[in-house]
């Protein structure tokens, strides 16, 4: 299993940015996705969860109405979609999926808010 996450980086304040995490090693078309971020010091936070389909999504209180979780299975890729970007979006952003109860995570990709 591989999930490599990228499209992170520095943005103003009301900034977007769209983050792709691209798998293999799975079946991904059927498998829920999800993307956590995480601040040092504090637990991995869940910000968006999407079923195999794309049909069923999931976000955050602090995201929703901001963020928008995706998924394209043909090519094996799941993406957030960031707008209206605030510094306390700060984090470093993880791709996840768990198969057969064992939780699988990309090296993540910083994000960084800040004028």
């Known amino acids: 299993v591989q999930l490599v996450e990228s499209g992170g980086g520095l943005v103003q304040p009301g900034g977007s940015l769209r983050l792709s995490c691209a798998t293999s090693?799975?079946?991904?078309?059927?498998?829920?996705m999800r993307w956590y971020r995480q601040v040092p010091g504090k637990e991995r936070e869940l910000v968006a969860g999407?079923?195999?389909?794309?049909?069923?999504?999931i976000y955050a209180a602090s995201v929703k109405g901001r963020f928008t979780i995706s998924r394209d299975n043909a090519k094996n890729t799941v993406y957030l979609q960031m707008n209206s970007l605030k510094p306390e979006d700060t984090a470093v952003y993880y791709c996840?999926?768990?198969?057969?109860?064992?939780?699988?995570w990309g090296q993540g990709t910083q994000v960084t808010v800040s004028s």
């Open positions: 999407i079923d195999g389909a794309g049909g069923s999504t």
């Open positions: 996840n999926v768990r198969l057969w109860g064992v939780h699988y």
């Open positions: 090693g799975f079946t991904f078309s059927s498998s829920y």
